[in-house]
Nanobody, 115 residues
Framework: QVQLVESGGGLVQAGGSLRLSCAAS????????MGWYRQAPGKQRELVAI???????NYRDYVKGRFTISRDNAKNTVYLQMNSLKPEDTAVYYC?????????WGKGTLVTVSS
């Protein structure tokens, strides 16, 4: 079993920055892809950014140039640096990892961007 613990959410003014972290622990041999999703009120959960074990990244268009995903394989941790935040970025952000073809989710961390 794999446990994910997210941190770094909070309240920030528009234009501000936050850094999310997600640490994985448990029965981990090798983590493949790691990613961040978000779910705004009344909307479906959607992919924000993903990073492969080799460091390849992919972003949703609306966060390109503002958000940066990174990972530390030695610490089994994935990060999301969010800059130039907008009110529409307000959502619960979920960490997602793939371990041996099994997908695990964190419990989510709330990010609120005020205008």
């Amino acid at each position: 079993q794999v446990q994910l613990v997210e941190s770094g959410g909070g309240l920030v003014q528009a234009g501000g920055s936050l850094r999310l972290s997600c640490a994985a622990s448990g029965s981990i041999f090798s983590i493949n892809a790691m990613g961040w999703y978000r779910q705004a009120p009344g909307k479906q959960r959607e992919l924000v950014a993903i990073i492969t074990r080799d460091g390849g990244t992919n972003y949703r268009d609306y966060v390109k140039g503002r958000f940066t995903i990174s990972r530390d394989n030695a610490k089994n941790t994935v990060y999301l640096q969010m800059n130039s935040l907008k009110p529409e970025d307000t959502a619960v952000y979920y960490c997602n990892v793939v371990v041996s073809q099994t997908i695990y989710w964190g419990k989510g961390t709330l990010v609120t961007v005020s205008s």
